[in-house]
Structure formats: C-alpha cells, structure tokens
C-alpha cells in the first residue's frame, strides 16, 4: 500500500482547491470549518444546502484478519490470511503507542469535532510558504478514506478503491461529510481503534497487533516508547520506510515522532534522549506469521486440515460457507479459530519411534555390493503413520519419515515431499499403497457375518514359498483373472480344513484365498466398501480378486480409521481433523461433527477383534504386543515386500503404520534400515515394533480396557438341535432336517433292524450349526445272527497227597578237559 505523503505540488493543488472551494460554496461561513463564525449570504446557503445534500451514511465492513489454526492444547499451527492482521481493542494496546499515534498523526484528535480548520490553515500555509509538506486530513478523515478503500477491495472494486484515495475536491469533500457524521456516531476511542487495527504498518502488517508481532515478537499491550514511535511513524510511508528494508530511513522517521511528543509535552527530556539513542537494528525481533502450511510446524498434518474444511462434502461445516470460495474467504480473513484434533504430546513421540527405525532420507541400500549394481540406483524408504480415536474418528496424529520442502533447491532433494502419504490424494496426499494382508480382515467379518464361527475352520489349497496352489477362473468367481491364480505360503501348510484362528493367526494365504472365492470377491468388497475403505484417489477398490488379497492401494488414515470400526463394536466414524471453530469475536461456531454409523454387528465386530487379538498374541504380530493391555491388529506385506504394514488397534487408540518405497516398486530385500539389516521386510519386522511404541504413547494415561466378548454364537456358531429322524426315510429325514435349518445327503450305511434304506442316525446328533450338513447312515435291512454259545471248559482237579511228584533232577558236573 502506498504512503499518504504526496509531493508539493498535489498538496498546494489539493488544499488551493479545497479553500476555494470552501469560499464558494460558503462552507467557511456556514461554520463547518469554523463553527465559531455564523452563516451569512446566498452563497453560504448554497454552500450548507449542497453539503447536506452529500452522502453522510458511512459502514465499515469487517476488516479482513489472520485466522488460526491451533493444536488440540492451543498452540498455533498455522495463520491463513488474506492480510497479516490481528483484531484489538484499544484498551489492549500500550498507552504510549496510542499517543505515539495521535502525537504524529492528529495532535488535536480529542478536541475536535471530525474536521480541524486550524489543521487545515496550518499546512496550507505551510504548504504556500515553502516549508514542509503537510497533510489537512485529520486521524478521522485518515480513518474514512482508508475504510471506503478497505470496503472497495472487499468487494473486488478497484475503481472505487481508487477513488477513495484520489486527490480531488470533490472527494476531500465527501471525506468531510462522513468524518463529520463519523463523530457523532462514534467515540473518539472508538474511531482510534478502527483506525490503528486499519492501518497499514509495513513488509505485510496490517493493523498495530500484527506490526507489533512482527517486528518485535511482542504483543502492542507491550511496547515500549521506542518501538511505539517506530510504529506510529511507519503510516505516513509504511512501503518506504519499513524497519527491515530500510532501518535508516524508519529511525529518522522513529526520531520525527519522538521530537513531537517531546514537543508536546508526552515525554520527559531523558525519556526522548534515551528513546533516540536506541538503534532501530538493535530494537528488532522480527518473527514471520505462519502465513501458511509451508511454513507450519506440521506442514503435512495443515495442508490436510486446510483441504478438509474447503471441502463441500463436509456438511457439518456449511456454518463456513456452502462453496469452497466462500470457505477460503472465511478462512483466510475472518478471524477464525479453527481448533484441531492434534494431539502435540502423540504426535511429538510418534514421529521419534517413526524415524527411530525408518530415518530421514534413508535410502535401501543392500548390504552386499553385488546387490546395489544389480539395483542400479538406491531407493528412498518412506514411511507413514496415523493415529486416530475410535468412537469419534479424532485424528490425534499424523507423521512420516519425510520432510517439506520449503526452497525450490529442497524441492528436488532426497527426502524432501509435499505430497502427505497419509491422506487421500484430494487432501494433497496419494492414492495409495498396496495394503497386503491387512486386506485378511474384511474377508474375517464376511466369513463371520455368513456363520463361520471364531472356533470353525476354514478351506485350504497346500502351497509353500517355492510351490503355489492354483485358483482357476472358476474358483475366483464373478471378480476373476483370465487364467489361473497362483498364491503362495509363507511356510508349507494347506490341503485341508484350518482352524481360523490359525489362519488368521499365521497370516496363511491359501486358507484366506480359499475363503474369499468361497464367500465370493464381490461379497467382501462390498464388506470393505461398508467399513469405508477406499482408494487414495477416492473410487472403491476395483473388481478384482487380488484387490481383496491386498493388491488394493489404500491411505494409513483411511485404513486407521475402517480398522477403528471393529474397536468401536462395529460403528464406523469417519476421521476428523476440527475440535472446535470460534469466530473473530469468540463465539463458536456451529459445526456438526461427522456422523458414525453402525456397519458392522457388534456381535460380528467382537468376534473379529476376537481372531485378530491372535496375532499380535502369537502371530504374526508378535513385536507389537502391549504388556498387559490388549490389543488386535493384523500384519500386511505385499509382493516382495514392496510394502509393509501393521494395523491395529485397542479400545480407544487405532493406528496404521505403512513403511516402504513410495517412488518405485523396488521390494525392500537385503537392505539396512537404522544399522539393522533385514532379507527381506515383513509387516511384523518394523512396522509392528513402530506401532507399538506409537500406541503405547498415546494410550499414556489411558485407563486399560479389554474388549468386549463376542456371543457364543459367533464364537462357536448358531448351534441348534439335531431333530431325530431315525426311522424315517431318506426324503422325510431331508426334509425334517431342512426345516430346522440343516443340509442333509447320505453318508454311509449300517446294520439294523430298520428296512433297508431307512434312516438309523444322523451325524453329527444332538447339535450342530445351522445350516451345516448332517450326514444321514441308512440300514442295511440286515440284523446278523446272534454268536453260538462256546461250551465252558472243565476244571483239571488238583493232585491228590497220593500222587506220586514228578522227581527234580540231579545237578551233574561237567568233565574236566584233559590234557
């Protein structure tokens, strides 16, 4: 903004105009300038009438100032602005800055009424004889015309904002007219605070607030005499003679307002001396608002934040404004103060355990040289983490090993990103990682959603590392390949039936494969599409059947929070970022926090948690384990071990953890991550490690709580009784069996006395879950002849006294050899 000084020749022009003027049309004798004279003539007449006739309403619209986006414990993350200004009351402001401010500006701001002849004279008659340049406008014309300017850029004038600094009578006079009514609108100290949060002080500092932060990090309630007259003076030329850029020229003027206070009696001769004395260089302390998220203190955690609330799909902030224009405008000049979720302490630690094992800019460098020349080049390992709170979708933290370029030259450095890996790519984050294994949980909650008990089994094809079992197109169902799908195990195990808890367990990909043709790729999908899970790019995952075995590309947050539904009993909250928005004046603002919604049986959302608590148990998941409070997650590694994952959660934490190559598909084998060197990096290996330590930080604090049992029925299956059907024939016992909720088929045969083909038993008998298979044993028609009895043999008498014993024989020496 340019300063009001203007040179000589507007001046003399502007005020020879304005007297002339004032002549003619009487205003001088009407008493308008000089009350103390009264109205006499035509002209004088005139002269009121046509003033009365002028435009007298004058509004001022709200100033445009810095809003504030703070951390859940208030500490400022970031300040969007159209303008760096900070609203304050007078009261507010140090004494000595608002004297400093009338001392140079309007000497005699209390005792007029708008409008100050002897002002006027003043400089006209400087101005005729050659001396200094001076202004006739007094502090509340200043005030009028930099407001009707404010108002024209408001609204995108700038035509009229032009004109509200045009030198011309016409305008000096309908400046006049509002200054007057101004006054009888306003208090004097009114009218001094409009204008000193107004003004415009310098290097982007609108308002005294903001001016006194800047130059130095101080609040105005705070300055000091030196630093009250630097302010005061920088209005008169603020582009000119700002501290930074010109520090001579800014402590001549600071010098200039001192000698006027001193003139007037404001300060004492030693207080003037000792003010001068002080170099303008020696009094800065300048500190930079954080105009935006570049230069933030969570850059990536702000950018997230900023494309959350201009996102129109957010119907709990329409209070901000139904488009993204009207969002940004809110945003970045009202004031606002837009609290977040962030919790400093979590999010603090998190990034320490994040880089603690995946260090800032650390390439995967295989260990053995002949390794790197078969690379060819080193690859960036990144890794991500969020946190969020189940029940309310809170985001309580958001890191990753990378940092944010804030110069073009780390633009193009290694480690440095703007893209947020946590987030969706229309937050400025990505569309997404392969997810691995962690895909296992959503086929758990169809499987137990259609029956498959927490203690049942399920299918299994044999495979080994070296020997894969085949699906074929059919197997694969209605999502299928155009040829046969080969799936590998991590270890030798398959061919037949595995208990689930196993399988999840161990992470056994034949067994999860198996299952997931059996429910049908399109049922789980459709599980994933309920618990919110989607890609980075925002479709739902694609049709196909290694999108359900983890080949998907997915968020940590969006992970985080789909995985959040089985801690919170199967409701799903979606993430939210905002605690709270508080207008320029402190009012909240009504927000509505996003709506949770049940998608998963609780009963179902147990049961699962239930099978995933077995693999950090004695799975899998073993390095995250928390002591004594529970916990359930699930491991993901995807194709030679690109990416790596540990999800999971407790009753009130959840987290995803993603460590992997963000810019190639180079698998993170033979390689040394923080000194430690790994074949090949599974989900268990750092990820879990780094989930545990990132949980049990924000779990700090935290009352342990277990997790709720699932019913008898999800753990061992909706058991119901056997009906007897012995007797009957093979179609009445299908049937009978098919009414209580059971398959039925012949298994095998037996010996009765029933009719051949009559049904004898069933198996299993008693209970069994419903809709199992009962197998149905028919007779023979054969009952086989009873066994003859065997005669009992007869007892040998004991021998008599009489008898004759049997003789023992002699003992005998054997000959002695000879010779």
């Known amino acids: 903004m340019s300063g009001r000084a203007t040179n000589l020749g507007n001046v ?75 609203i304050v009351n007078l009261k507010d402001v140090a004494p000595i800055m608002r004297k400093a401010q009338v001392a140079i500006e309007d000497s005699r701001f209390y005792e007029h009424g708008g409008v100050d002849p002897r002002g006027i004279l003043r400089a006209a008659v400087s101005n005729a004889q050659g001396g200094d340049t001076q202004g006739a406008s007094t502090l509340t014309q200043q005030f009028v015309k930099l407001t009707l300017q404010e108002n024209a850029l408001r609204n995108n004038d700038e035509e009229a904002a032009k004109a509200a600094v045009r030198v011309s009578a016409a305008r000096k006079i309908q400046e006049i007219k509002y200054a007057v009514t101004l006054e009888k609108e306003m208090t004097k100290d009114q009218i001094l605070q409009g204008y000193m949060n107004l003004a415009y002080y310098g290097d982007l500092a609108y308002g005294v607030e903001a001016a006194s932060q800047h130059y130095f990090s101080i609040p105005s309630a705070k300055l000091n005499l030196s630093q009250a007259a630097l302010l005061a003076g920088l209005v008169q030329n603020p582009s000119r003679t700002d501290p930074i850029h010109f520090p001579e020229r800014a402590q001549a003027r600071r010098n200039v307002v001192l000698d006027r206070m001193h003139d007037l009696g404001i300060v004492t001769d030693k207080q003037w001396k000792a003010a001068k004395a002080i170099p303008v260089k020696k009094m800065l302390k300048v500190k930079n608002p954080v105009s935006n998220c570049m230069a933030s203190s969570e850059p990536y955690f702000c950018n997230y934040v900023m494309e959350y609330l201009k996102d129109t799909s957010n119907h709990g902030l329409d209070a901000l404004g139904k488009s993204t224009p009207e969002r940004i405008k809110n945003l970045t000049g009202g004031g606002l103060t837009i609290q977040t979720t962030l919790d400093a302490t979590v999010q603090a630690q998190a990034r320490q355990d994040l880089v603690k094992r995946v260090p800032f800019a650390n390439k995967a460098l295989p260990k053995d040289p002949a390794d790197r020349s078969k690379l060819g ?13 189940p029940g309310t979708g809170r985001v309580l933290a958001m890191v990753q090993n990378s940092k944010y370029p804030t110069t073009q030259k780390q633009q193009n450095q290694y480690g440095y990103t703007q893209v947020n890996w946590n987030v969706d790519s229309k937050y400025q984050g990505t569309t997404g990682f392969q997810f691995g294994s962690t895909a296992k949980m959503y086929a758990i909650v169809r499987a137990l959603e259609t029956g498959t008990p927490v203690n049942g089994t399920v299918p299994s094809k044999f495979a080994s590392p070296t020997k894969p079992a085949y699906y074929s197109p059919q197997e694969q169902g209605s999502c299928h390949d155009t040829k046969a799908y080969p799936i590998r195990n991590d270890y030798p195990i398959g061919g037949r039936p595995i ?30 599409k309920k618990m919110q899970l989607h890609t980075g790019a925002g479709p739902d995952l694609p049709c196909y059947p290694s999108s359900v075995l983890g080949t998907g590309v997915v968020t940590p947050l969006t992970l985080a929070s789909s995985y959040a539904t089985l801690a919170n009993n199967g409701k799903y909250c979606p993430p939210n970022p905002i605690l709270s928005i508080t207008t320029a004046d402190k009012k909240p603002l009504k927000i509505g926090a996003p709506t949770c919604k049940q998608v998963v049986d609780p009963d179902v959302a147990k049961g699962a948690t239930q099978l995933l608590e077995g693999v950090i148990k004695d799975g899998t998941g073993v390095r995250a384990k928390l002591g004594a409070r529970p916990a359930a997650g699930k491991t993901g590694t995807t194709d030679d071990h690109v990416e790596s994952w540990f999800v999971g959660y407790t009753a009130q934490r959840a987290t995803a953890v993603w460590v992997g190559t963000p810019y190639s598909q180079q698998g993170m084998n033979r390689i040394t991550l923080a000194g430690q060197y790994f074949k090949g990096v599974f989900g268990g290996d750092i990820a879990a490690p780094i989930w545990k330590d990132i949980t049990d930080a924000a779990s700090a604090g935290l009352p342990i709580r277990d997790f709720d049992t699932p019913s008898d029925k999800v753990l061992n299956g909706d058991r119901v009784a056997v009906p007897f059907v012995g007797g009957m024939t093979v179609e009445e016992a299908t049937a009978r069996l098919k ?27 008693g209970t069994a879950m419903r809709g199992s298979t009962v197998s149905l044993y028919t007779s023979t028609g054969y009952v086989p002849p009873p066994p003859k009895a065997t005669p009992k043999p007869t007892k040998t008498p004991k021998p008599t006294a009489t008898t004759t014993p049997t003789p023992k024989p002699t003992k005998t020496k054997p000959p002695k050899p000879k010779g």
Request: no cysteine; aromatic share 6%.
């Open 499 to 528: 208990p689930i808890k196993k399988a999840t367990a161990d992470s056994i990909n034949t067994a999860f494969a198996s299952l997931t043709f059996k429910l049908g790729t399109k049922n789980v999908l459709n599980t994933m």
């Open 377 to 389: 080049l080193s690859q960036m390992v990144g890794s991500a983490a969020s946190v969020v709170e």
């Open 739 to 765: 009414e209580a909720g059971f398959n039925a088929q012949v298994a095998g045969s037996t010996n009765s006395g029933y009719a051949q083909g009559i049904v004898v038993y069933t198996d299993p008998s």
């Open 12 to 86: 003399v022009s502007l005020l020879g105009a304005f007297v002339a003027s004032a002549m003619v049309m009487g205003l001088l004798a009407a008493g308008l300038l000089i009350p103390a004279v009264g109205a006499a003539g035509s002209a004088a007449t005139s002269g009121v009438k046509m003033f009365d006739d002028l435009p007298g309403e004058f509004t001022a619209s709200a100033l445009s100032q810095q809003s504030r986006i703070v951390d859940a414990k208030g500490n400022v993350l970031a300040t969007p602005q159209q303008e760096n200004r900070i």
